[in-house]
């Protein structure tokens, strides 16, 4: 189960009751945009979706789109937040997902694999790349072991309420090595694979947000 395990459906309905949401849409989301338009992309699921910033944008973008998120609370802010656009949103979990085999045509990830397991998480990209069809875009976004909290303590790590992609409760929280997601995306076509530093500013706590950016093809 993805974000977390059981437990952690309580602990992100309580992250998003508590007002801690993003609204506007990453970078690699926007710049990506021209080129799913010219692949002539049409189905797009946003994985983890949270409380819709990206489902928002690509809707507005002239795409279907489909999010899922393991919290109530969130998915009743993104539909609140809809503004009329025709996006469907489901709570569920992305180790157990709704949609048929090679429904969409895209797939975006954004910090929702890095929550759970390694089992959780190779298990989430197995059903993830059902969902895709052969051929089709999967954009990825992770922390990566170069972050400041990789070598954290658990108590130093989960102590913060939220910093981003943090949170308590002993939530688990996984950072990768290049060389473990070439192996993870392994059946994949690896278009891109960045690893990105830039500053995440947070009321209790400033630090640099060191993640991978990756763009894969299901081949």
């Known amino acids: 189960m993805l974000k977390g395990g ?15 949401i993003h609204t506007q849409p990453s970078k690699e989301i926007v710049n990506l945009v021209p080129h799913l338009k010219q692949e ?7 994985a983890g979706c949270g409380t819709g910033r990206h489902s928002q944008y690509l809707a507005e973008q002239g795409f279907n789109v489909h999010g899922i998120d393991i919290s109530e609370e969130a998915i009743e802010i993104a ?23 090679e429904s969409m045509d895209f797939i975006v990830a ?6 759970g397991t390694i089992e959780e998480i190779r298990q989430s990209i197995r059903k993830l790349s059902d969902a895709l069809k052969s051929g089709r875009p999967f954009l990825v976004r992770v922390v990566s072991t170069q972050h400041p909290f990789a070598k ?24 990768f090595e290049e060389e473990e997601l070439r192996k993870l995306f392994r059946k994949y076509r690896i278009e891109r694979l960045e ?16 993640e991978w950016v990756l763009l894969t093809y299901k081949q």
């Open 40 to 46: 002539q992309v049409v189905e797009v699921l946003d």
């Open 110 to 115: 954004n910090h929702s694999l890095e929550y």
């Open 195 to 210: 690893h990105i530093t830039h500053p995440i500013e947070h009321e209790r706590i400033s630090v640099p947000l060191r």
């Open 6 to 20: 059981v437990h952690s459906i309580t602990i992100w309905n309580k992250i998003y009751a508590e007002g801690s």
């Open 79 to 101: 539909k609140r937040n809809r503004k009329g656009l025709e996006i469907d949103y489901q709570v569920g979990t992305l180790t157990d997902l709704p949609y048929p085999s």
């Open 152 to 175: 954290a303590r658990p108590e130093e790590i989960y102590g913060f309420s939220h910093v981003g992609f943090c949170v308590q409760n002993s939530l688990p929280v996984h950072f």
